[in-house]
Each structure stands twice: as structure tokens, then as C-alpha cells.
């Protein structure tokens, strides 16, 4: 028996694959077993390929692998989408009754088990349980309690009214006791252990959102745009409660504004979107660095250039948003590794702002929004939390930052290159700024010396960081291996868990996950140390792998993946296996 089980269910757009996928996703996180999920969903409404993935153990899973154990197919396409994970013990859950399912093949050694679900689910009480039949199918295959899904049941449906409740109770009863008259003569290699761990299910763009509202966003404007458009919709109706405020701007431009006045208004403020939306976001994301405004944008990537494929996952804007904007604009780039870090980086790029009066950017992607994974509750602990406004000034201590006529200085030249800050309504503290160059008092100028002095000081502020924050990598793997593999963004979970395949061939490496993209870690001494260097991420160029060859003039091995699918973890130890063989 496999140590961790990875069931499926697939169709088209419009058949429920999603909510279907997040109830079996909840109630295994509810029976007290790690979850790992995926997608892969097509961008429209109906029609096209949509598939929903469980990937779960009773110990902590960080990464998807080319397994399926149980696979709820929906349509023929389906079936020929997964062919290359399933296997001899592998379990097909399909609707025989169907019209396009009718004439199914179950390949190989396979097991099909052909589940009137559509007739079962009007037994219930109507045909849109149907999905909820297969998972009670499901729950029978692998000796899952059906009480467990019935408390995901609960939650799902439970503001709806008890009966809808107990009619998808009765939907599941009707597939599992269907699978125990009709095929009970087949013997299942699963059985799903139950603990007593208590569990949070939580997906990239809920965490950033959690880490918001815990950092003390006051103000989000964005306009939807996939993926992250789930950010926005985590903080309306929570935010609210915090004294926040949630504003659906007309586009990506309208967003960013809003949320510089916001910020200008001394309200932490935050905005998300993907790659479209930074391009539009540019002009006003360079008013934001030179008027020194602290202000969170989060790019949740996807594929591009252009349109691109809105529902596939890569990591193609590293070289936009360390690069993006004319001019010399300094900020800073942090790109959460995991789920987890979703929240801690939100959260840590609210305290560079202000800390730094600098524009910061927050990069996620498509694989990291729409996972959803378990965590035990105490690892968002809000007592862990700290926020720094960075250097603001009161009525009290204003003066030392005034000219001779009482005038503050909100650009005041300064060692460390940051400057005070006052919030509007300080009394002394009245001020004004412009996208155009200008002087300490946010006056523009066109004097030379003036000029800069300005840009040396929004520079300097990016070297006081350096030598006050921690911008180290996390390691992982055995640190004093000859083979150094260096990643960022969401590889690291399945990057780690490669390792495992990688030491059953005798292979051991060093692994390097870069969550600060800039500033970053100077690792020139780790790329001497190593005989290979290896840099994983999703795109077709190495943009990272261009990043750090130019930190530390030596040449790195690649290993890329941009069809806009996340690696996993058995496939990325084949690559870098062959990539070291080569």
C-alpha cells in the first residue's frame, strides 16, 4: 500500500469539478491527513478540460507526483488526460449511463467501476449530486469513513438548509453502498488511516490575504484578473471587520492608484494582479517609488506574453518586476516559497515598506494561488506577528525634521536614506509630493546637485537594508554536497521532496530556495564551493539562472519547465539527474 494516496476527478468546465474537489480536500484535512492539491483548469466558463487533484498522507506532502490511485472520470477525455499516471492498481470511477461514456475503454489491468451516478444522485433528491455520489464511491474504494465526508458536507452546504445537507449525505451513502452490492467480489489496496491532528486547508492567494489583514492592510484596491483575483475576494467581507476597506477599481491602473492614496493617506494599502496588470500598473509603480509611498503589489504569475494561457502556471515575470519602469527605480522583490509563506512575506512586505518608504513586490504564481494545503493551526500564529511602521513622527517629534520657517521635509536627506514620515492631520507635518524630481520639502527641482542627491538617497535605502535585514536563502539537503541546486518561488516544496527520489539513485545535493529576489543573497562562495550548480524555475530563459550568473560570473546548469504545468517532484529528480549525466 502506496504511502500516500492521489485521487482525482476530472471533466469540463461547469460540472462542479472544483467544489467536488475542495469537499474531498476538506474532509480528509478533517480525518487528520496532509493534503496536497492541484489544478488544471481551462480559461472559460464551460467546456474545455478541467481537472481537480487530492494528493494526501498522513505525513506532511509538499508537491504533487505522476501517481493516481483513484480517478473520477466524467469524460472520456479524462481518462486519456491521466493515462500516463494511472496504473495497474488504479481505480476508474465513471457513469456508464452517460451518453459519452457509454463506449469507455478502461485500459491495462486498470479497475473500472461503472457508477450510475446521475441516476443515484435523483434517488437523493436531484441530478447535481452527482459528483457527490463518485465521492462516496470513492470513500468506499479507499476505506475513507463517510463521516468524515459528511462533516465537509456540512460545511459546504450547511447555510443552505439542513435537508439540501442530509440529501448530499444520502448522495454519498448511495455510491458507497453501490460499490459494496455490485462489486463485491474486488479487493481495493487502499485504506485511508484517519488521525486526530486537527488541520487548516488554505490555498496561496487565502494566505496572502490572511497575511494582509494580520499586517494591518487597511486598504486593498484591485480588479479581478486570474489568479488573483481570489486575493480580493478572501479580504471582502474580512477585511471589513479590521476597520479595512475593499475597492473593485474599473482596471489595473484605477487599482494601483487607489491604492497609492491610499497609502499616501497613511493606511497600510495593498493591490494584486498578474502579469497583464503590472504592465498597466508601471507608469504609476515609478510615481510610487519617487514620491516614497510604501505600497504592496502582488503579482500572482502566470503564462504569458500577452493573454497568454490565463489558467497555467510559470514564473516569467522575474525580469518585469526587477526591472520594470523607466528610470532608476529602487524596491524590493520577495517571492514566497510556499503556501505559508504567502502569509509571512505578506506580511514582511508591509514592514519593508514602511520601514523603507519603498514600492515592494509580492511574487506569487498560479500553482501557489489555487493549492490548497493543510497546516496545523499554530502556524499562523498572530502572536508571532510584529509590525513596523518604520520611521514616522508625531507633533512631538516633528520639529527636528523642519526648516528654519517650520516647513517638513517628507524627502529630508538622510544617512540611512530614509526619510520621516508624518501622517496627514500631524500637526507641523503638512507636506506635498510630485513624481517630478524635488527637494527635501517635495518641491520639484530641476538643480543638478539636488537631482543627485535624490537618487542617492532612494538608492541608499536599499544598502541600509542589506545590512540590516536578513535576505539569507533556506537550505535544505546535505550542506556539504559537490552539487549545489538553487531555486525560487513556489519549486522549493517540490524541489525538496525530489530529494527523496534523487538519494534512491544515489544522488545528494544542496538545495538553495531564494525567497528574496532583490535585494538578494550574495552566493558567489556557495557557487565556488560546488563542482555543478544547477537553477530550477519555470521559464524558458533561466531569468534567475541570467540573475545569478551575473551576481557571481560563473556559468550555472539550467533546468526549465514553461508549459504551464508546476514540476513535480519525481519529474524534477529525473531532470536534474539527467542534467548532471549530461
Known amino acids: 500500500m502506496p504511502a500516500d494516496f492521489n485521487w482525482a476527478i476530472g471533466g469540463e468546465a461547469g460540472d462542479g469539478i472544483d467544489s467536488t474537489g475542495k469537499i474531498f480536500a476538506q474532509a480528509l484535512s478533517r480525518a487528520g491527513r496532509h493534503v496536497f492539491t492541484s489544478k488544471d483548469f481551462a480559461s472559460r466558463i464551460r467546456g474545455g478540460y478541467t481537472a481537480y487533484k487530492v494528493r494526501t ?73 452527482a459528483n457527490v455520489v463518485a465521492l462516496g464511491a470513492a470513500c468506499e474504494v479507499s476505506d475513507f469513513p463517510v463521516e468524515n465526508l459528511d462533516s465537509a458536507l456540512k460545511k459546504r452546504f450547511g447555510d443552505k438548509g439542513q435537508a439540501l445537507v442530509d440529501n448530499n449525505k444520502e448522495a454519498a451513502r448511495n ?45 486593498y484596491a484591485g480588479y479581478p484578473i486570474t489568479p488573483a483575483t481570489d486575493v480580493m475576494t478572501y479580504l471582502k467581507g474580512r477585511i471589513e471587520e479590521f476597520g479595512g476597506h475593499v475597492v473593485q477599481a474599473e482596471d489595473e491602473l484605477a487599482a494601483i492608484n487607489l491604492a497609492l492614496g491610499g497609502a499616501r493617506a497613511g493606511a497600510r494599502a495593498m493591490t494584486a494582479t498578474s502579469g497583464p496588470g503590472i504592465d498597466l500598473m508601471t507608469e504609476t509603480f515609478g510615481l510610487v517609488a519617487t514620491s516614497e509611498t510604501p505600497l504592496v503589489i502582488c503579482d500572482v504569475m502566470r503564462s504569458g506574453p500577452s493573454t497568454g494561457m490565463p489558467t497555467k502556471q510559470e514564473q516569467g515575470d522575474l525580469n518585469m518586476l526587477l526591472y520594470g519602469g523607466h528610470g532608476e527605480i529602487p524596491r524590493f522583490v520577495l517571492a514566497p516559497t510556499t503556501v505559508a509563506e504567502c502569509f509571512w512575506k505578506t506580511v514582511e512586505a508591509f514592514n519593508l515598506a514602511e520601514k523603507y518608504q519603498t514600492p515592494v513586490f509580492l511574487a506569487s504564481d498560479l500553482a501557489m494561488a489555487v493549492t490548497e494545503q493543510t497546516f496545523e493551526p499554530d502556524a499562523f500564529d498572530m502572536d508571532d506577528v510584529e509590525i513596523d511602521r518604520g520611521n514616522v513622527v508625531d507633533a512631538e517629534g516633528v520639529a527636528e525634521h523642519q526648516t528654519d520657517k517650520g516647513q517638513f521635509k517628507p524627502h529630508e536627506l538622510t544617512d540611512d536614506g530614509v526619510s520621516p514620515r508624518a501622517f496627514p492631520g500631524t500637526t507641523g507635518g503638512a507636506h506635498m509630493s510630485t513624481g517630478l524630481e524635488h527637494d527635501e520639502l517635495g518641491r520639484r527641482t530641476e538643480d543638478t546637485d539636488m537631482r543627485i542627491e535624490q537618487v542617492d538617497k532612494r538608492n541608499r535605502k536599499v544598502e541600509t537594508a542589506k545590512e540590516r535585514e536578513d ?25 525538496v521532496e525530489a530529494l527523496d527520489f534523487l ?24 557557487f565556488e564551493a560546488a563542482d555543478d550548480v544547477i537553477v530550477v524555475e519555470c521559464n524558458a530563459n533561466g531569468q534567475f539562472a541570467d540573475v545569478l550568473e551575473h551576481d557571481t560570473l560563473q556559468r550555472v546548469k539550467r533546468v526549465n519547465k514553461y508549459n504551464g504545468v508546476q514540476f513535480k517532484a519525481d519529474e524534477l529528480a529525473a531532470d536534474i539527474k539527467e542534467t548532471l549525466e549530461a
Open 175 to 219: 455510491g458507497i453502498e453501490y460499490v459494496q452490492e455490485e462489486y463485491a467480489d474486488e479487493e481495493f489496496p487502499y485504506e485511508l488511516e484517519t488521525t486526530d491532528a486537527d488541520y487548516v486547508l488554505l490555498n496561496g492567494d487565502e494566505a496572502i490575504g490572511m497575511g494582509a489583514i494580520a499586517a494591518g492592510c487597511k486598504f
Open 57 to 129: 498522507a498522513v505525513d506532511r506532502v509538499d508537491s504533487v507526483v505522476d501517481r493516481l490511485d483513484v480517478l473520477i472520470a466524467l469524460t472520456p477525455r479524462t481518462i486519456e488526460e491521466n493515462l500516463d499516471e494511472l496504473h495497474d492498481d488504479s481505480v476508474i470511477i465513471y457513469d456508464g449511463e452517460r451518453t459519452t461514456m457509454q463506449d469507455v475503454e478502461i485500459p491495462g489491468e486498470i479497475t473500472g467501476l461503472n457508477v450510475p451516478l446521475k441516476r443515484l444522485a435523483e434517488d437523493a433528491g436531484g441530478a447535481i449530486m
Open 471 to 495: 535576505f539569507s536563502p533556506r537550505e535544505f539537503g546535505n550542506p556539504d554536497s559537490d552539487t549545489l541546486v538553487v531555486t525560487w518561488g513556489s519549486n522549493e516544496g517540490t524541489l
Open 503 to 526: 538519494e534512491e539513485d544515489g544522488i545528494d545535493v544542496r538545495v538553495l530556495s531564494c525567497p528574496y529576489i532583490f535585494p538578494r543573497p550574495d552566493l558567489t562562495e556557495e
